[in-house]
């Protein structure tokens, strides 16, 4: 879900010289607040999710042996949340594009925040990441939860348990 750290163990990890995928919705968000906010999430979220979905899909196609930041399987937990229905490509996707290993990461209240782009409160961030996580389970993956512990250790329990 937000706010609870894979960004910065994504970051870490770069850092380490793993190739790493951005979120999409971020950098997104970030351009439409500067240029169309008509085409913000809050604004058009079926627009939205549309280019979010279909530019991580690419992402799939485009990127091997590498972190994603963020997956379309995602997209599947925020469009259940938001009761938006899910088009048949995004469930094609779920069900034929299969990720290697998913690595979650709990709410983690200590460290969430707010900020520019991140908007969801701390409730509503909890609530996403279980429509998250069951997004992912119904896809039929073995989700391994990342344990709230320090940055290294975060970074650590993800190398040892990748191939």
Known sequence: GPGTGKSSVCNELNNLGYIIVDEVA?????????????RLPWNDK????????T???????????????????????????????IPEYLSNAARDLRFDKIFFFPFWPEIYKKDSVRHESPQQAQALGIF??????????????????ALEDRVKFIIENIS
Do not use: H
Not at 139 to 149: D, F, M, N
């Open 26 to 38: 971020r950098s997104l968000i970030s351009k439409y607040q500067e240029q169309d906010q008509s």
């Open 46 to 53: 079926e627009g939205f999710a549309y280019t979010c979905e």
């Open 55 to 85: 530019t991580q899909i690419c992402n799939f196609f485009n990127y091997s042996n590498c972190f994603f930041d963020r997956s379309f399987v995602d997209d599947i937990g925020y469009r259940n949340m938001a009761n938006v229905p």
């Open 132 to 149: 998250i996580s069951d997004a992912y389970e119904r896809a039929g993956y073995e989700v391994l939860w990342v344990p709230k512990v």
